[in-house]
Nanobody, 123 residues
C-alpha cells in the first residue's frame, strides 16, 4: 500500500483547503482510512476517520463541524475538506490506512502512512 497526500499550503485564518490522499493497493476500497496531523513539537494526533463505504465518519472534537472527510473508491482517493481554518490547525497532515475493521483513533493502530502535507494557517 502506498499513500500520497497533497493539497497543503499557506492560507489565512478563516480560509478553506482540501487535502487529497491518493492510495494504491487492491485492499484500499475495503479499508478504514484516517487523517492525522502533527504540529511542531507536538505528538501526532487524530483528525478524522472514514469507513470503507464512506457511510460513517468520526472526528476529533477540535475539528468537528469544520472538517469533513470523504472518499472516492473509484479513484482510490480520500479527501479532507477543511473550512474555517484556525492558526492552531497548522501542522503536517498525514493520511493512514487501517487494515482491521474496527474504528480507532490511535495512531499505533494504523498500518500504512503517507508522507504528509504541510498546512500553514496564518493570522
Amino acid at each position: 500500500v502506498q499513500l500520497q497526500a497533497s493539497g497543503g499550503g499557506l492560507v489565512q485564518a478563516g480560509d478553506s483547503l482540501r487535502l487529497s490522499c491518493a492510495a494504491s493497493g487492491r485492499l484500499i476500497s475495503v479499508s478504514n482510512m484516517a487523517w492525522f496531523r502533527q504540529a511542531p513539537g507536538k505528538e501526532r494526533e487524530f483528525v478524522g476517520y472514514i469507513t470503507p463505504s464512506g457511510a460513517i465518519t468520526r472526528y476529533a472534537d477540535s475539528v468537528k463541524g469544520r472538517f469533513t472527510i470523504s472518499r472516492d473508491n473509484a479513484k482510490n482517493t480520500v479527501y479532507l475538506q477543511m473550512n474555517s481554518l484556525k492558526t492552531e490547525d497548522t501542522a503536517v497532515y498525514y493520511c493512514a490506512v487501517r487494515a482491521a475493521l474496527l474504528y480507532s483513533d490511535r495512531r499505533e493502530d494504523y498500518d500504512y502512512w503517507g508522507q504528509g502535507t504541510l498546512v500553514t494557517v496564518s493570522s
